[in-house]
């Protein structure tokens, strides 16, 4: 499959109300751990799968051949990399491959293979013969529609009969065409143009419709009755695909208008424990003593890897300033920057090019770097209205279950505010949180 990626066009950035800000805030997450991911989300939970007909069998696969794939695709599969299905691909991909087709609605967090999974989905009921559109994949944005694209042009590597068109702002089709290319992907309003005022498509060949992060989606209404839209024009018996890393009501109602009669596929996300995390405290008096007891750390113990997080954009610039100054390392993650940026910063971090990153809590929302040991909270994670932000607490520090690692939290305390916001946390997850002595760090190693 190969497509040419239209120019990028500047749309206009016009003041932007609460709800774009947060779809943007949802977009943006989804398409940096796309950027930063580069496999598979491990994971101990079971699948729950809800089938459309409870008689019918339960098919699970733990080979790609037992698919019996076109060659071209298992050869795809390979050349990625793939040596056998993810959890959530050894159920969702022979229900998505049966015959006759079944509808699927599928649920787990991100880089769990959903993707990977709808990809094949698409790339196998194609006729390469037939010279129009047959699938139709629909994504929240721009940007991660290319990126959904470069899945299918990765796995559809040799299979180069099938074309792949993106049907995103900025491709503008000349009026009267008729679309060769048998795969497309887009968003929900240039998709429903190209359907219904171009007509570049016609609904009725359409074969598998795939509306991707569903989450991200609803966030917009817009998005919703466009979907909703296109999903009516197309026929029948086509096969209706849904996939979300989250699942709550509004989700679930929207799901269901998309998708009649579905089987369900759920992955529970991962629990996070602080059972395997040392927990410290530092009493400090100010910005500038929390500095000096993060260098007397630095001095003591060997980090490999450490993420330090502030409150403010200012505090984490001026934080990496005085630690480059130290000698230090530093990669500084801020929330002025592109997510390309973003994930880059975040991409050199993992290949440990730096050791140390600073960040701030809104850029480091949802994302996951695995690997590092040593969690600083310069300055304790606290909501808008300032008080304890528990959940954050433990996304930062906290492990997911077999897998993780032991690690080590400190937190700097510099005011009666911040003690109490400890304190709060301490009590909330009932885990001692022990005080620690900079001068005198023989008992952190
Ligand atoms: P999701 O859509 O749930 O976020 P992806 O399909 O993007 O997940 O997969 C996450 C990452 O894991 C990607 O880098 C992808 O290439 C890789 N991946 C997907 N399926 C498999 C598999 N069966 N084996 C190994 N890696 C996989």
Same mark, same amino acid.
């Given at each position: 499959?190969?497509?040419?990626?239209?120019?990028?066009?500047?749309?206009?950035?016009?003041?932007?109300?609460?709800?774009?800000?947060?779809?943007?805030?949802?977009?943006?997450?989804?398409?940096?751990?796309?950027?930063?991911?580069?496999?598979?989300?491990?994971?101990?939970?079971?699948?729950?799968?809800?089938?459309?007909?409870?008689?019918?069998?339960?098919?699970?696969?733990?080979?790609?051949?037992?698919?019996?794939?076109?060659?071209?695709?298992?050869?795809?599969?390979?050349?990625?990399?793939?040596?056998?299905?993810?959890?959530?691909?050894?159920?969702?991909?022979?229900?998505?491959?049966?015959?006759?087709?079944?509808?699927?609605?599928?649920?787990?967090?991100?880089?769990?293979?959903?993707?990977?999974?709808?990809?094949?989905?698409?790339?196998?009921?194609?006729?390469?013969?037939?010279?129009?559109?047959?699938?139709?994949?629909?994504?929240?944005?721009?940007?991660?529609?290319?990126?959904?694209?470069?899945?299918?042009?990765?796995?559809?590597?040799?299979?180069?009969?099938?074309?792949?068109?993106?049907?995103?702002?900025?491709?503008?089709?000349?009026?009267?065409?008729?679309?060769?290319?048998?795969?497309?992907?887009?968003?929900?309003?240039?998709?429903?143009?190209?359907?219904?005022?171009?007509?570049?498509?016609?609904?009725?060949?359409? $074969?598998?419709? &795939? %509306?991707?992060?569903?989450? *991200?989606?609803?966030?917009?209404?817009?998005?919703?009755?466009? @979907?909703?839209? #296109?999903?009516?024009?197309?026929?029948?018996?086509?096969?209706?695909?849904?996939?979300?890393?989250?699942?709550?009501?509004?989700?679930?109602?929207?799901?269901?208008?998309?998708?009649?009669?579905?089987?369900?596929?759920?992955?529970?996300?991962?629990?996070?424990?602080?059972?395997?995390?040392?927990?410290?405290?530092?009493?400090?008096?100010?910005?500038?003593?929390?500095?000096?007891?993060?260098?007397?750390?630095?001095?003591?113990?060997?980090?490999?890897?450490?993420?330090?997080?502030?409150?403010?954009?200012?505090?984490?610039?001026?934080?990496?300033?005085?630690?480059?100054?130290?000698?230090?390392?530093?990669?500084?993650?801020?929330?002025?920057?592109?997510?390309?940026?973003?994930?880059?910063?975040?991409?050199?971090?993992?290949?440990? $090019?730096?050791? &140390? %990153?600073?960040?701030?809590? *809104?850029?480091?929302?949802?994302?996951?770097?695995?690997?590092? @040991?040593?969690? #600083?909270?310069?300055?304790?994670?606290?909501?808008?209205?300032?008080?304890?932000?528990?959940?954050?607490?433990?996304?930062?520090?906290?492990?997911?279950?077999?897998?993780?690692?032991?690690?080590?939290?400190?937190?700097?305390?510099?005011?009666?505010?911040?003690?109490?916001?400890?304190?709060?946390?301490?009590?909330?997850?009932?885990?001692?949180?022990?005080?620690?002595?900079?001068?005198?760090?023989?008992?952190?190693?």
């Amino acid at each position: 499959a190969s497509a040419s990626t239209p120019a990028k066009t500047e749309g206009g950035e016009g003041d932007k109300t609460g709800e774009e800000d947060h779809k943007d805030d949802k977009a943006a997450q989804s398409l940096l751990n796309k950027l930063i991911r580069s496999n598979l989300v491990n994971t101990t939970n079971q699948v729950e799968v809800l089938q459309r007909d409870p008689n019918s069998p339960l098919y699970s696969v733990k080979s790609f051949e037992e698919l019996r794939l076109k060659p071209q695709l298992l050869q795809g599969v390979y050349a990625m990399g793939f040596n056998r299905p993810s959890k959530i691909q050894e159920n969702a991909l022979p229900m998505m491959l049966a015959e006759p087709p079944q509808n699927l609605i599928a649920q787990s967090q991100s880089g769990t293979g959903k993707t990977a999974a709808f990809v094949l989905a698409m790339l196998s009921h194609v006729d390469p013969n037939n010279k129009f559109p047959q699938c139709l994949c629909v994504s929240p944005t721009y940007e991660l529609a290319l990126q959904t694209g470069k899945v299918i042009e990765q796995m559809g590597k040799y299979y180069s009969e099938v074309k792949l068109v993106y049907a995103i702002r900025g491709n503008k089709l000349q009026r009267g065409t008729q679309l060769q290319e048998q795969v497309v992907i887009g968003t929900p309003g240039t998709m429903l143009d190209w359907c219904l005022k171009f007509k570049f498509i016609d609904p009725k060949n359409i $074969k598998v419709f &795939v %509306l991707d992060e569903a989450d *991200v989606m609803i966030a917009t209404q817009g998005h919703q009755d466009q @979907s909703i839209r #296109i999903q009516r024009m197309l026929p029948k018996q086509c096969q209706m695909l849904l996939f979300s890393a989250t699942f709550e009501e509004t989700v679930w109602n929207f799901a269901q208008r998309i998708v009649p009669e579905p089987n369900i596929i759920k992955l529970k996300r991962e629990e996070e424990t602080l059972d395997t995390i040392k927990q410290y405290y530092v009493l400090c008096n100010s910005k500038e003593e929390k500095f000096m007891a993060l260098c007397n750390i630095y001095g003591a113990i060997t980090i490999a890897q450490a993420m330090i997080f502030c409150h403010t954009r200012k505090t984490a610039g001026w934080l990496a300033g005085e630690l480059s100054r130290e000698g230090h390392q530093v990669a500084l993650l801020s929330g002025e920057m592109q997510v390309e940026q973003r994930a880059a910063v975040i991409d050199r971090f993992r290949e440990g $090019k730096e050791k &140390v %990153l600073v960040t701030t809590n *809104v850029c480091a929302r949802g994302i996951d770097v695995e690997q590092v @040991s040593v969690v #600083i909270n310069f300055d304790l994670p606290v909501d808008r209205d300032g008080n304890p932000d528990n959940e954050t607490y433990l996304h930062r520090i906290g492990r997911t279950g077999r897998f993780g690692k032991r690690g080590l939290a400190i937190n700097m305390v510099d005011s009666k505010f911040s003690m109490n916001v400890l304190n709060k946390i301490q009590d909330h997850f009932n885990k001692k949180i022990e005080k620690l002595d900079t001068e005198d760090l023989d008992e952190i190693e």
